[in-house]
């Protein structure tokens, strides 16, 4: 049963009207400030793509709806139907985090169940570059890796999903092996598709374009002399939003204007 007020929008009132492939993320308070840099991000590379934001809590609904000065992209905020979460920032590992990580396994399951393809990516990211290009044509899965050489050590902070059968298989198959991942999703999600991930389509995408913090952090370059450059980022692997934020600060990864502040949006 949907308790949701009617003046709150979910998911289910917006998807039908999204053109492939849409961007998506989730937020709930406490990392508020990381959505708008990545939104700021994609903002900087001009992506015209829909995006939406599922907002786990009320108080991110509705800051976000005030907008953000300077930000002059579309973006749809809804609120979750799948009942609201903790607001302050959760740390990888708390029974919080975990709660929240599962949730994502049934919204791909709207979005790949409505036909709309859908780029998923964590909050603690940002994107320097279009990502897509990289995406191989017809592929149903491509997912962020940390061992090349491995399917089944991959990052579900990062991954696009095709709106295909094959996808709706596999989103089936994660959904049933969650109650067993003591760790949130990734570690379900690494099992289903050790099993399921050569029978569809699937693309590791190279470490050198799309880095986790581990792997970024590796060289003191700054990024824009990086060759080759990184495509996206990901601030995984320092757990805490004060790390996460000091790492993308320090990194010159921090797109959000120093006078930015809420204002409007749609």
């Not at 859908?118 to 191989?136: A, C, H, K, Q, S």
């Not at 579900?156 to 089936?172: D, I, P, R, Y």
């Not at 289903?192 to 470490?207: E, N, S």
């Not at 880095?211 to 320092?238: D, M």
């Amino acid at each position: 049963m949907n308790n949701t007020p009617p003046s709150f929008v979910t998911l289910t009132d917006v998807i039908y009207s999204l053109k492939s492939p849409v961007i998506m993320t989730t937020v709930n308070h406490g990392y508020i400030d990381l959505l708008q840099n990545l939104l700021f991000s994609i903002q900087r590379i001009s992506l015209k793509n829909d995006i939406v934001i599922i907002c786990e809590d009320r108080p991110s609904y509705s800051e976000l709806s005030q907008g953000v000065e300077g930000l002059n992209i579309t973006y749809h905020i809804v609120l979750t139907h799948l009942g609201e979460s903790v607001e302050n920032a959760t740390t990888y590992g708390s029974k919080n985090y975990k709660s929240l990580v599962k949730k994502r396994v049934l919204y791909f399951q709207c979005f790949v169940y409505s036909r709309v393809d859908v780029l998923f990516m964590d909050v603690d990211i940002v994107l320097l570059e279009d990502p897509f290009p990289y995406f191989e044509e017809g592929a149903d899965l491509v997912v962020q890796t940390e061992r090349i050489t491995s399917i089944s050590n991959t990052c579900t902070g990062f991954m696009f999903m095709k709106a295909s059968n094959k996808m709706k298989v596999f989103l089936n198959a994660w959904s049933k092996a969650l109650p067993r991942d003591p760790f949130g999703n990734q570690n379900s999600f690494n099992k289903v598709i050790g099993k399921y991930g050569k029978t569809m389509k699937t693309q590791l995408l190279p470490m050198t374009k799309f880095q986790s913090g581990k792997i970024f952090g590796n060289t003191t370059t700054p990024w824009r002399e990086r060759k080759p450059r990184p495509v996206e980022v990901h601030a995984n692997f320092l757990v805490g939003h004060g790390k996460k934020t000091d790492m993308l600060r320090e990194a010159d990864l921090w797109f959000i204007p120093e006078s930015s502040r809420n204002v409007s949006t749609i």
